[in-house]
């Protein structure tokens, strides 16, 4: 298993530029996040889905938005960039399995920086 | 925001016990307290959680006070390679998403 992959690795944005973020995992967990992480500071959840079609805004979703087409597919959108969304983008998943485990499995981040 | 309160920084020396603890004074009965860490600049890596019972694992185990107002997550012989931000955090919500707050900067001096 590959896990959670996320592209591209690092980005460079122009402000009013939009791109899309790009989240994979091929573990058919059904829950998927997307947090980002400014420097020095500890991760802060966008949007969140619990299935495929189903998402919702987490606490910082403003200027961001998501789809869930399919079980393996997370991307995160931005519309028009800007250098408050410079950051540091973390996708993760996890399986709602018997018993109580929540693990969250983490892709190694998208570092975008809006200039 | 985060209903967990870490110490900003530690220091261990390599091969002895790192101790870091956590408050968790307002989780509710039926939260689970988990634990993470961050290497720099990676994603953050599952370690441990926990409800009321201490647990233990290949990687730490678990004190949680009997009141589950605090834990202690323990590494039993520190290697410079668990220098790294430990998160406490509960995992409350629809979804069991996390909310992280700051961390504990763990540094193992050789």
């Known amino acids: 298993n590959a896990g959670v992959t996320q592209t591209p690795k690092f980005r460079i944005l122009k402000i009013g530029q939009s791109m899309t973020l790009q989240c994979t995992q091929d573990?058919?967990?059904?829950?998927m996040y997307w947090y980002r992480q400014d420097p020095g500071m500890g991760l802060k959840l966008i949007y969140y889905s619990v299935g495929a079609g189903i998402t919702d805004k987490g606490e910082v979703p403003n200027g961001y938005n998501v789809s869930r087409s399919t079980t393996e597919d997370f991307p995160l959108r931005l519309e028009l960039a800007a250098p408050s969304q410079t950051s540091v983008y973390f996708c993760?998943?996890?399986?709602?399995?018997?018993?109580?485990?929540?693990?969250?499995?983490f892709g190694p981040g998208t570092r975008l920086t809006v200039t | 925001d985060a209903k967990t309160t870490q110490p900003t920084s530690m220091d261990c020396a390599e091969g002895r016990a790192a101790n870091l603890p956590c408050n968790h004074s307002t989780i509710s009965g039926n939260e689970y307290v988990y634990w993470y860490r961050q290497i720099h600049s990676q994603g953050p890596q599952y370690i441990i959680h926990g409800l009321k019972n201490n647990e233990t694992n290949e990687m730490a185990s678990l004190i949680i006070t009997e009141d589950r107002k605090s834990s202690t997550l323990i590494l039993p012989h520190a290697t410079l390679r668990d220098t790294a931000v430990y998160y406490c955090?509960?995992?409350?919500?629809?979804?069991?998403?996390?909310?992280f707050g700051s961390g504990t900067q763990l540094t193992v001096l050789p």
């Open positions: 993760a998943s996890s399986f709602p399995g018997q018993g109580t485990s929540y693990e969250q499995y």
């Open positions: 573990m058919n967990h059904n829950y």
């Open positions: 955090i509960d995992n409350s919500g629809s979804a069991r998403q996390l909310t």
